[in-house]
């Protein structure tokens, strides 16, 4: 298959551009799923359809709907960063390591967000609630859990580093902060009880990271992460790494480079190159520039027999599909080779895509999880090709197939609609564990969670995707889920066994955290666990954030703290909360709330689709029977119709900055409103310029009616452009800048505006992206903050001294100052003064994606990994340290 897809950034921290727009390759399923059913089964509810359209709810468009926004969300948060072309390695490296000598102004960031999340919470059940879903506690992203037997936990976040727990989960404390890249690929405890960390995001989708290797850390249940800690050299930096496996003296990583091996004993020295179906497309390789260079060296896993750990196989593949996927055996010659007649198991091209392994403890069992990219392409219900076993622990089987998809879900599954069944989103979501203690035990992950005590001949799901579907559930607020009991948050990514005071227990961890149950626990009649536990309490902060928004909390004093969430909806904090609530549900995007009342709230779930309360959502449940009751409203402007052709996924709205009433939102057209939280219908929208055909906003800003939006168009590596727009807000005055072709603004992504209050032809940008230093393209120019006092007639760079990284967000503060919202951390300069400083301490290295002054004054950071944090500007007053 051909790729048309610009290559990677191979920095530190930089995310991947795999299936990013234009990509020929099948179109994959992305972490958003709820959003999209959770609206179609409220929306059946409100049309009086009531249970039986809940299930019908899950089939319909939803899939093709699922499909599309995957791979444009992958693409769209990627090419803000990698566009107009390849970037170059070390580009986060050397941001990271200028970013340690920068002075740190005076004052700490607070961590807004440690509290429980309950996504449950009975308070707010109105419309656009996934509230009574059965997820309870949630956090962000998991990606990889560790556990021993004696009770310490460890479980690493997408984006957000390493926590330990010494009480089986639960009072979690980071141990990895002090690392380049909190970005985590896979944990795993070695044979001498060493925990190993490997970085970079193990899934080719929406906001994965890459990472800078692997590190070990010999007391885990004491000591931290340090940089000093790495294993090798800088072989692995800038891959995702999705399993570590461990043989003999040896430990194997299955890279998005190929596969390699390091000597467990002996740390030091590099990583050795086992394997790389095509080396040309590495790094220094003639190929290295291919716009197909991400997608041709992916290895998923590795078996390793454990009577011979010299008999290796490795699963080799693109999940969307490519001529060298396939399974690899070693030959007598060294080489490695595609091998078959493995019996039941997969091994042509077209069926070999994310595969994941699971051993059994005594090596009697071997299991296997296939996701195939012809399936992918062919069958709108699945991509999982099957789950297989060699029954004699062999890599080499011979395997047999013991479930596909069709069995999964009739075993309980909550997936029962066309387009939407068990490992649709296979390429995203895998796990295997077998139970040390019954090889025929074993945990599966996909969408849900499958368990068979028989070695597959029947499966059970104890984990279902949510509990909508079920005749047990109710939206009665003084129920969790009704009558059912709770289950795990949907899309699992990792899984392990530990013991707790003589308790053996599985963990697993997915897109709303981690959770827990007794290994061998209870199920009720459909198969679903009664004893599920979330651990996200609140200590472990893994939220991913878009946005933030600020007002004050007129019924409990102080504010309200709300922000849009990958997966995890749309979170809402007031004044007197010891929990946090969900408000909105599926994914959530940009936010606007009023500064003089926090209630008043409109949020985006994605491409524009904006909803708006006033009552910050709170309702008991009574618009199912009674809809004049719903308090949420959809108002989206009709660019929200055309997907990504009209607007990004996350897409851009802000209200004016001297009147709160007026609104603008960006698609393909810049849309105005002047009804506030008022609005109640997508038609109140007026049409105030046309940005163009195949452009779409950025970013928007609005202050005193003068309106900024910055596009893109192409947006993708191949023929990007962008550009300002600036206007009114009323419809009248709209043109487009002349930015000259001279790198100023810089031919990149622009990310955020800020205008100065006291003269709307003052203003600020950021620019994303990296510099001409480490980005191949036509006008990529340098730079990552730009102000014009003109109106955009003409631009001073400003970056001075400002380590080369992605900027996301700029935000003028009221002593004169500017902060900057980078991916690595948020830097401030004076008012008056060229060069920059880290703003504050405390903050830990992850993305910040928005910044907003509270009308509290105090600077929200919205992170994308580590939830959200608020700093005092007051306290910049004397000199930095």
Partial sequence: MTCTVVAAAFGLVSTQSFAAAGDTRPRPWNARHQADIGRKHTKAVLAGHGRSALVAGQGGDGGSDEAENSAEGTAQYTEARTAPGVVAPGAYGAAWAQLQSMPHTRGDWDHVTKKPYNSDDPRYRDINSNSSGGSGDVTGRITGIAADDQGYVYAGGANGGVFRSKTGGGHWQPIADKLPSLSTGTLALDGSKRLWYATGESNTGATSFVGTGVYVLADPQHGQFQPGGRVGGAELESTVIHALRFGGTTVWAATSRGVWSHSTTTLSGPWKLE??????????????????????????????????????????????????????????????????????????????GNMTFGAAADGSRLYAVDESPAQMAANPDSGLKGVYVSKNGSPFGPWTQIADYNKLKASGSALQGAGYMPGIQSWYNQFLQVDPANADHVYLGLEEVFETKNGGTSWLTPGPYWNFAFPCWSIDPTKQTGDCFPTTHSDQHAVAIGSYQGKSWAYVGNDGGIYRRPLNGAVDSGGHAKDWQPLNDGTIDTLQYYSVGIGKDLDHGGVSVTGGLQDNGQSILRGHDKVMGSNFGGDGGDTIADPANGCDIAEEYVYLDMWVTQDCGVNNGA?????????????????????????????????????????????????????????????????????????????????????????????????????????????????QLNLPADGTIPNRYISGFDVDPANAQHVYVAVNGFSRKWTEGPGAGYGHVFESRDGGASWTDISADLPD????????????????????AVFYRPAGASQWQVLGKALPTTAVLQLKLGPDGNLYAATHGRGMWSFDPRRLKGRTS
Wanted: aromatic content about 10%; hydrophobic content about 35%.
């Fill in 275 to 352: 394997f790389a179906p095509n080396p040309d497309y590495l790094p220094g390789g003639s190929k290295t520039a291919d716009p197909s260079a991400p997608y041709k060296n992916i290895a998923n896993d590795i078996a390793i027999d454990p009577k011979d750990p010299s008999k290796v196989l490795l699963a080799v593949g693109w999940r969307g599909g490519d001529t060298y996927n396939g399974i690899y055996g070693k030959q007598s010659d060294g080489s490695w080779k595609p091998v078959s007649g493995l019996g039941d198991l997969p091994t042509s091209s077209d069926d070999v």
């Fill in 623 to 735: 618009w199912a029977t009674d809809p004049t009751k719903a308090t949420e409203y959809e108002v989206a402007p009709p660019d929200k119709d055309l997907g990504g052709a009209g607007a990004r996924f996350i897409a851009p709205m802000a209200a004016d900055a001297k009147d709160g009433n007026t609104w603008v939102a960006g698609g393909r057209h810049v849309w105005t409103q002047s009804k506030g939280y008022a609005i109640r219908s997508g038609a109140e929208w007026k049409n105030a310029y046309d940005l163009g055909a195949g452009h779409v906003a950025t970013a928007v800003a609005s202050s005193g009616g003068t309106v900024y939006v910055g596009w893109c168009g192409p947006c993708n590596n191949q023929g990007f452009s962008r550009g300002i727009a600036v206007g009114n807000a009323d419809g009248t005055g709209w043109h």
């Fill in 805 to 824: 990284v992605p900027a996301n967000t700029v935000k003028l503060l009221p002593n004169g100052g500017l902060a900057l919202g980078t991916d690595l």
